[in-house]
């Protein structure tokens, strides 16, 4: 069997507020190998590709308009368990509701707008992680 991978994301306000570093330490802690990890600015491609299942959605054009803000901090990481394993890490969606001790629990909030910020992406089935580590690594 291949090793389980997830495709992960440190979205643009994780960069912009300096905490790209320490969410990478997060998983680097709980265990997980990194397999690939870059800096870039999305393309309307990739996230149109990545973001398929929300378009229709009110919360679509916001949410592309947020994630081409800024870099992003794209992340392969690999190890038994890391799909659910880091969605748990995650926490939950809003980070007002994620649990202390999670990346979004401790260090997100509610900022008023109207997409969550809330700092990571990770991949929710091995479905998605194939069809998303092909969008953002095609090569590997
Ligand atoms: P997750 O990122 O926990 O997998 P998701 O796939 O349902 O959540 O949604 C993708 C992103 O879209 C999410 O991280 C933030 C934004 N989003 C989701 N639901 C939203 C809502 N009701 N209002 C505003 N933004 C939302
Ligand atoms: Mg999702």
Do not use: C
């Not at 202390?100 to 990770?122: A, E, Y």
């Not at 998303?132 to 090569?139: K, L, S, T, V």
């Amino acid at each position: 069997m291949n090793p389980e991978r997830s495709l992960i994301l440190v979205k643009p306000d994780g960069v912009r507020r300096g905490l790209a570093g320490a969410i990478l330490a997060r998983i680097e802690a709980k265990g997980y190998e990194l397999v690939a990890v870059e800096l870039r600015t999305a393309t309307d491609a990739e996230l149109a590709a990545h973001y398929a299942e929300h378009e229709g959605k009110p919360f679509y054009a916001p949410l592309v308009d947020f994630m081409k803000s800024g870099p992003v901090l794209a992340i392969v990481a690999e190890g038994q368990g890391v799909i659910p394993g880091f969605r748990s890490l995650a926490g939950a969606t809003d980070p007002t509701q994620a649990a202390p001790g999670t990346i979004r629990g401790d260090m997100g909030r509610d900022w008023g707008v109207k997409v969550q910020q809330n700092l990571v992406h990770g991949s929710d089935s091995p479905e998605s992680a194939t069809r998303e580590i092909g969008i953002w690594f095609p090569n590997l």
